[in-house]
């Protein structure tokens, strides 16, 4: 089969298709024939290397982080998923690879693809939606009436996560450019805030949660808008000790993630704020609760641009600008 790999790690441009063997299929996994897949500054940073102390990857690697296609064969212990079924999934963080034409996927990470979505949709959907699920729901179990700043609304998460907030009842505030702010607010946000002439950190005040996905200036920044008994929750890092333990890294990593976030824990300890890291973990049982909101129309795809699949390295280079709205698509079939 044709896939993207790369070969070594890098801040260049790297990556190429090649030939590579066919997924060999466990007990528990579902062959998937891979027709659409996105990209996520996931992939970029692992091609950086930016992941390699906590996700030991062997290379050559095969990039790639979301799946929609169809089942082509089933492992003999599957009992959820038959051949021809349409499925996507974001796979377990060790077996990545949606940069191909097939990749083997367990079943307990896959869930059935919507009816009223495209292919293409429906790959831009998994990581995003799961990022947004596990901040909102399981990790800040955001409440109606509750008031959550997203950061980064116009992103592949922001999109996601401003309509599962707003279905959840809350109040929500997000960031912006200039030239995405009524795009923004279109998608339900109730406060857009363009961080080019705007300082977040003077104008709200009072919030339950914030979603961070941006720097360290801004996640510092973040503790101002919350109010004792606040959630501050970021994907971009730093890591947490809980976040070690959680992935059994090793004592002396463990360490590591002590001192990296020992600052931003200490400055929201002083405040009565909880300061957590939430890095997305593949599940099918929240995918297909995400797959019923999709089909009652409560949150809808946003794709930004589709590429044919000799395009990944076209496709990662957008990404990186930070420019996407939404989500980046290639169409593998």
Request: charged share 20%; with cysteine.
């Amino acid at each position: 089969m044709k896939a993207f790999i790369i070969e070594g790690y890098s801040s260049k441009n790297v990556g190429r298709l090649a030939e590579r063997p066919e997924p060999e299929l466990r007990a528990d996994d579902v062959l998937i024939r891979v027709q659409a897949t996105s990209v996520n500054l996931l992939d970029a940073k692992i091609r950086k290397g930016e992941f390699r102390l906590i996700l030991p990857y062997q290379l050559p690697l095969i990039l790639g982080n979301d799946v929609a296609g169809v089942v082509v064969s089933v492992g003999p212990e599957v009992t959820r998923f038959r051949s021809g079924d349409p499925v996507y999934a974001r796979p377990a963080q060790q077996r990545i690879g949606t940069f191909a034409q097939y990749i083997a996927v367990n079943e307990n990470d896959l869930a059935l693809i919507p009816d009223n979505l495209s292919r293409e949709e429906a790959a831009s959907l998994p990581l995003v939606s799961l990022t947004a699920w596990q901040v909102l729901v399981e990790t800040a179990k955001l409440k109606k009436g509750q008031k959550v700043l997203i950061h980064a609304g116009s992103g592949g998460v922001g999109t996601i996560a401003i309509q599962l907030a707003k279905h959840l009842g809350a109040f929500v505030a997000t960031t912006t450019s200039t030239a995405n702010v009524a795009w923004v607010k279109a998608l339900g946000a109730d406060v857009v805030i363009d961080y080019k002439t705007q300082d977040f950190s003077t104008l709200l005040h009072d919030y339950d949660v914030v979603l961070n996905s941006l720097g360290g200036d801004v996640l510092a920044k973040s503790l101002q808008v919350l109010k004792p008994g606040g959630q501050l929750i970021s994907i971009s890092g730093p890591p947490t000790p809980e976040f070690a333990t959680e992935q059994g890294l090793s004592w002396g990593l463990k360490q590591v993630m002590c001192l990296l976030s020992y600052r931003i824990r200490r400055q929201a300890k002083r405040r009565g704020i909880r300061y957590s890291f939430v890095f997305m973990r593949a599940s099918g049982a929240q995918l297909s609760e995400i797959s019923a909101l999709v089909e009652a129309g409560v949150i809808k795809p946003v794709v930004d641009r589709v590429f044919p699949f000799a395009g990944i390295k076209d496709a990662l280079a957008y990404v990186e600008t930070g420019r996407a709205k939404g989500k980046v698509v290639v169409r593998v079939e």
